[in-house]
């Protein structure tokens, strides 16, 4: 009688090596899906011009005379004098001072006393290097500082 001989087949896939590779997969996807997500905005170029032609006339002083936020928005005003220019201040420094725009408060040393100024300048600053037109920027400044007027009452 004749011996059947087995024909050798080849062992069946290790599928042992298949389940860190999925894994491994599945993290690279999760993670570059999180980096997308919560990335920091890309710096648009600015859409609002930031010289021309401006009301206040007098120079912005130097940022060197100031410390922390005022020397910084000093400094933003004189970077941008076109759009501080374009701003009202809500301190109400034209009726109480007698200041043509934002940008006034920066010629002297009113705006290093002034939360209020401060806080309009560094705000545009921001709006502005987020790429807004100068029209956004005035608006969106307005929403965020407007409040009613309320004259000084002498005793």
């Not at 997500?37 to 401006?54: C, D, F, I, Y």
């Not at 000093?74 to 940008?103: M, Q, W």
């Amino acid at each position: 009688m004749a011996r059947k001989t087995r024909k050798k087949t080849s062992p069946p896939p290790r599928r042992k090596h298949v389940a860190p590779v999925l894994l491994t997969a599945a993290i690279a996807v999760v993670l570059a899906t999180v980096y997308y997500v919560t990335r920091p905005p890309e710096a648009a170029a600015p859409v609002a011009p930031a010289t021309g032609s401006l009301i206040e006339t007098r120079p912005v002083l130097s940022p060197a005379l100031f410390t922390g936020k005022a020397a910084t928005a000093y400094r933003y005003a004189a970077e941008i004098p076109k759009v501080i220019d374009s701003l009202f201040c809500y301190c109400y420094c034209k009726k109480n001072h007698g200041h043509k725009t934002l940008l006034t408060c920066f010629t002297s040393n009113h705006g290093s006393k002034c939360g209020t100024c401060i806080g309009e300048v560094l705000y545009a600053y921001k709006l502005y290097h987020q790429g807004k037109s100068l029209d956004e920027i005035v608006v969106d400044v307005d929403k965020k500082f407007y409040r009613p007027y309320k004259p000084h009452r002498l005793l």
